[in-house]
């Protein structure tokens, strides 16, 4: 294999640089075999450390007209193509990079890919997909923010695209596959949902299984939910936002007294292992899936560490070579 | 004040009477100045306990026409008026009751209070609403499953219910109000949201602060969310899950050895705290709130510990004789 190649938007999401900068360098330390090109303002690049030990990060100076947060997406992509976000899915569309990673604007990213990598045929829209934490492993949910106003066509290609990349990292022959609804019953929920089970019921090539509850994404009784843009990331970040609330009242438990903190204490070993397990932090990272190249977005708030989990997702995935089996396996779906 | 009556639909809910029947027994013997009105199928009365410990519970035999879970609401409406739940209801509307709880089917619920009820004036349908747990108290959030497919003017409405519940039950004289959404700039999100957004931004009778994300919802940052009942209802279910799978993982973590369940034990007092702070069962019983007459509901899947944590909290508000100021906190907003 020859040298992996990743392109990283670093003035992308809230904190920016502060976050992407410190987790590449990390990583580029451990990963000396990848190489890391960044893609920044030119002021930017005086904050990476000495060179020498770096031998691995490239820097690629763009101009001082990034895309902010609160640009509206097709704004972007009219007046910021020479962005750090633009030029790193550019790299990708040339094949100077493998895949590319951005905390920015999920909007003007998804805008980007979509004019930059063009999408898989028989795909209209990318969705963003990641695998969520059940009591049995995982389950590969989409959308969970890219398209917030979505038709059952659409809902139908997500699941496409979900069954395809579950196929294609872990192997399954037939992944099950769930619509996330507010009951059981097939009488609930809205329209959109209710058109898209009709659809999804009639498609030889997917094995639907019917609903599935909020509750029950954690159970792992999907391999593969499909929901649309809103409701995901609405579902997404309530569950990161409910995993902090119950941990840090733990924390908080804990330092009561000096007999809890001696209790927390002793318990290290095995807090670190939940910690480890239950971490938010290690959750972030999400594909940009249906496009024509391996394109990863970080929350836009995620801190270093967070930053950090995303960009090894993308590494580890691009190691095992998985994601370019990504389009013979939709492609053998489609043609069921 | 007289005495408190409360109707109670035992057959509601996955569980059914295994579940409403010894909860009710519990708080019947806890509030020996409540009573307790049981509407049931005849079969299920022989399920309570023996009569002399139980003078303030009131068997009401029902038909055996219960509403099941999977029940068109349409149908339940036309088929199922003299069933436990309608009865329940009833009761309310006729003044024999001063609130109900039914733990069974969210739509026939639903239709049931819009028909036998009616809702306030300016109010078109119910919302449910639930006090969601921040790090700070709470914030009530609504709608929570009552409507799939709602309209800005619903949205609309959800606020002025929230709002004018949030200043009767916790006193506040202008409650921070915030919109559920995907992201906080102001182009975000689906066409609902938006404009939803135009027009609670122009009433002046709302407080009304911008949109909240997922994550955000446990932070404390809004003391009223709106939200449409299906995006409300996967919010809510998949924080319950995520709330689960983070305590359940922390009891395999702390059963691994003798070693991490003598520390368990020795930390018993202090898990106990945060146990009871965040087990996710504190957290069931809604209002269908819009209703001429206090109605809540309990998870269709709640045991026996979860049901009677709603029917506390039904209680405590009737105790509290708070919801009865909802009408007239409902028109001072309705009249600026």
Request: overall charge positive; hydrophobic content about 40%.
């Amino acid at each position: 294999m020859s040298m992996l190649r990743i392109a990283v938007d670093v003035m992308g999401g809230d904190i920016g640089v502060k976050a992407t900068i410190p987790a590449i360098v990390t990583l580029a330390k451990r990963y000396p075999e990848i190489q890391f090109q960044l893609y920044g303002e030119s002021a930017v690049e005086s904050q990476l450390p000495q060179k020498p030990s770096l031998d691995n990060i490239n820097y690629i100076s763009t101009p001082a007209n990034s895309v902010s947060m609160s640009d509206d997406p097709i704004y972007a992509l009219r007046h910021k193509r020479n962005s750090s976000m633009a030029q790193a899915i550019v790299a990708v569309s040339e094949g100077k990079a493998d895949g590319c990673i951005s905390a920015g604007n999920t909007g003007a990213l998804v805008a980007m890919g979509l004019h930059f990598l063009k999408t898989y045929k028989g795909i209209d829209r990318p969705a963003l997909c990641q695998a969520m934490p059940t009591a049995k492993g995982h389950s590969y949910m989409l959308d969970l923010g890219a398209n917030v106003d979505c038709s059952p066509k659409q809902l139908l290609q997500f699941a496409y695209l979900g069954t395809a990349l579950c196929k294609v990292l872990d192997g399954q022959s037939k992944p099950v596959l769930r619509l996330l609804n507010i009951g059981g019953e097939a009488f609930k929920g809205p329209s959109l949902v209710q058109d898209t089970a009709s659809i999804l019921a009639q498609t030889q090539s997917l094995n639907y299984q019917g609903f599935i509850e909020g509750n029950e994404i954690y159970q792992g009784v999907a391999d593969v939910i499909v929901c649309d843009g809103f409701a995901g990331n609405i579902a997404l970040k309530a569950s990161e936002g409910v995993a902090r609330l119950v941990t840090n009242s733990f924390k908080q438990v804990f330092e009561e007294n000096i007999y809890t903190r001696l209790m927390a204490l002793l318990s290290k070993p095995a807090l670190r292992r939940w910690q480890l397990k239950m971490n938010p932090d290690r959750y972030n990272g999400a594909y940009l899936l249906g496009l024509q190249g391996t394109v990863v977005k970080s929350h836009g708030g995620a801190n270093q560490h967070q930053f950090g989990y995303a960009l090894e997702m993308l590494i580890q995935q691009l190691q095992r070579q998985h994601i370019r089996s990504m389009e013979q396996s939709l492609e053998a779906i489609l043609k069921q």
